[in-house]
Structures are given as structure tokens and as C-alpha cells.
């Protein structure tokens, strides 16, 4: 089977593009190396761009030059703004884009939970780290890329999993609220939730399922969503509702802590 990687450079032959941002010389040739060599190994090209402070890059994201950008390697440690911030001015447009941080200190993990980074390696690092971090990058991207086809106005519509905030049924009729708009289905529920398996959709209520990725916080019987909207929670087995979001967050707390787990 196809990794991501080869099936995106065989869409179009574009290259995989990546950025590196080290003051570092020597840390950000290392890194490169092994980035290039991961991609050798599994005959993909790849276009990488380093930088040596967060403001040269954060100049070119500002002036959409790395809008196509995949992957982000951060130094945690930078003159001027540093890779903590550099990062939360990305997350600020771009929630789609791999941050990894690396650095020679393991004090910003809470940090980088809070930017959504894949990864937090500790120098320096070595090319089995890398090519863990890019594999995981495969499973990433891929659920980017997951999407379900529906009926509506007698159009199909396919709508990426990413995108959906949370989906909501009135008898037949199901709607599903989106980071721009709402679509309207026939679509049956439970054939709905058959396709949606193994993703960040869970469902909370009969009539409800909730993305994860969009929950800011947790009530005695709903989540609140980042823009306010309250997803009410089932009473038969909220406990286990709440479990499965749960999870779902020490999963990515577990994400970024791994590496420090393993070098302390």
C-alpha cells in the first residue's frame, strides 16, 4: 500500500514542501539530511526551506508564501521570536500545518500541547526519530483527508471530516455545521456514523456527534465548542462519552510527550 507521501507526489508529481527553522547551522543540517533521506528512501522528492529566526519566516507566511507548506521542524530556542511563538502565530490561520519542535530542553512540552504539535524531540536528534515523526505524518495527513459524500439540494457535496464542527439530527433530516456553513441531508445517521469510524467524530447523544478537535471545555452535561455552541450528552452512559474525549486528549498529550517519556 501507497504511503501518503508517494500517493501525494504521484497526484502531480509536487514535491513535499517542509520548512526547517534553527538558528543552528549545524542542528538545522542534520535535520535536513535526514528529512531528505527519509524521502529518498521511499523515492519522493522533497522541497525543504530553512530559515534561521521565526521573524524571516513568520514574514513569509504573513505574505502567504508557505501556504502549501506540510510540515513545520521549530527550534524551541531562537533570537527574536522564538519556535513556542513562531508557532502560535501559525495556529492563529493554519490548523492543518505538522508542527514538530525540537530543542535541547524539555520544559515547553505543556507549550507545544497547546499549539497542537505532533512531536517534541530533544537535541540532537537522530534520523530513527525523524523518520517515526514522518511516518506519523502519513497517519495525520491522511485523516485530513478523509471525507464523506452527501446529498444535498440534489447535489453531491463531499465534505471533509476536518472541517466538521458537529452534526445534528431532526427526524430525517441531518445537518451538518461545518467551519463555514451548514449542509442539509437525507442521509440516514447511523450510515453516516458507519463512515465516520476510526476518526476525531464522536457521537454524544442520539441526535448529536461532535468533532473532538473542536471541543474548548467539558460541563457536567454537554461540551462547549470553541465558538460557544453547547453539544448536549447523552445520560444513559455519559461517563463513557466523557472517557472517549478523554482519551482522545491523552492521546495527543501522549503525541507530543513521547519523545521526553523516552530520553528522561
Known amino acids: 500500500m501507497?504511503?501518503?507521501f508517494e500517493q501525494f507526489n504521484g497526484q502531480g508529481g509536487a514535491d513535499v514542501n517542509i520548512i526547517i527553522c534553527d538558528d543552528k547551522e549545524e542542528d538545522a543540517g542534520s535535520l535536513r539530511l535526514f528529512i531528505e533521506r527519509y524521502f529518498n528512501e521511499i523515492n519522493c522528492r522533497s522541497d525543504i526551506t530553512?530559515?534561521?529566526?521565526?521573524d524571516d519566516l513568520l514574514e513569509d507566511f504573513a505574505a502567504d508564501k508557505l501556504k502549501d507548506v506540510k510540515i513545520a521542524f521549530l527550534d524551541v530556542y531562537m533570537p527574536g521570536t522564538d519556535g513556542i511563538e513562531t508557532a502560535r502565530k501559525i495556529r492563529e490561520t493554519d490548523k492543518d500545518m505538522v508542527i514538530v519542535f525540537t530543542t535541547v530542553s524539555k520544559d515547553h512540552g505543556i507549550d507545544g500541547f497547546s499549539v497542537y504539535a505532533l512531536q517534541y524531540l530533544l537535541k540532537p536528534v537522530s534520523y530513527p526519530e525523524i523518520k517515526d515523526v514522518l511516518d506519523k505524518c502519513t497517519e495525520k495527513f491522511a485523516d485530513a483527508l478523509r471525507y464523506v459524500e452527501v446529498l444535498s439540494d440534489r447535489l453531491t457535496v463531499r465534505v471533509y471530516l476536518k472541517d466538521v464542527m458537529y452534526i445534528e439530527s431532526f427526524d430525517t433530516?441531518?445537518?451538518?455545521?461545518t467551519v463555514t456553513d451548514?449542509?442539509?441531508?437525507?442521509?440516514?445517521?447511523?450510515k453516516l456514523e458507519i463512515q465516520l469510524e476510526n476518526s476525531t467524530l464522536l457521537r454524544t447523544h442520539r441526535s448529536f456527534i461532535v468533532n473532538m478537535r473542536f471541543i474548548k471545555n467539558v460541563t457536567a452535561n454537554d461540551f462547549v465548542l470553541k465558538?460557544?455552541?453547547?453539544?448536549?450528552?447523552?445520560?444513559?452512559?455519559?461517563?463513557?462519552?466523557?472517557?472517549?474525549y478523554m482519551d482522545y486528549v491523552f492521546a495527543r498529550a501522549r503525541g507530543i510527550n513521547n519523545e521526553i517519556t523516552q530520553k528522561t
Open 182 to 190: 451548514t449542509i442539509k441531508t437525507f442521509l440516514p445517521f447511523a
Open 50 to 54: 530553512v530559515y534561521k529566526n521565526g
Open 227 to 244: 465558538d460557544g455552541t453547547h453539544i448536549p450528552i447523552r445520560r444513559s452512559d455519559k461517563l463513557a462519552v466523557k472517557q472517549a
Open 173 to 177: 433530516v441531518l445537518y451538518i455545521h
Open 2 to 4: 501507497l504511503s501518503f
